[in-house]
């Protein structure tokens, strides 16, 4: 019943033109695919995000991450033993050591529910090549 209300209470609104005005009026809206994320997660990764807040080893998984496509640029280009490539795979070897060494003073390396996570990211990122 109040869900019925709340429904005839917005069309009300919208024929009226009450929300006309508001930002973003006319534009596709912007939805955040969490899916990814274990439930027990989404939340806090929600607020801390719309804080402009993320966790280190989100930092730095992303980081590894454009590492990897870059490197993989160089050796699809045919530079394979260039300074650049040796330089990158250097930063990601430390970013690599970095991100085990924040995993395991945080204990998430063991956790059931970061390694599903951790599992479901790499799953996408092969899926899109």
């Not at 607020?47 to 730095?60: F, Q, R, S, V, Y």
């Not at 530079?79 to 995993?103: H, I, P």
Request: a negative charge.
């Amino acid at each position: 019943m109040l869900s019925w209300l709340a429904e005839q209470r917005i069309q009300e609104a919208m024929r009226n033109g009450e929300f006309a005005d508001l930002p973003g009026h006319g534009k596709p809206l912007e939805l955040e695919d969490l899916s990814g994320v274990p439930e027990e997660l989404r939340m806090s990764f929600k607020i801390m995000k719309n804080a402009g807040i993320l966790p280190e080893e989100l930092t730095l998984r992303a980081e590894c991450v454009t590492l990897e496509e870059l490197l993989a640029a160089c050796r699809n280009s045919g530079n394979a033993n260039s300074s650049e490539q040796r330089s990158l795979e250097s930063k990601l070897s430390l970013k690599r050591l970095r991100l085990e060494q924040l995993l395991r003073d945080r204990g998430l390396e063991s956790s059931s529910i970061f390694t599903e996570y951790g599992d479901r990211i790499r799953q996408r990122l092969s899926d899109q090549e």
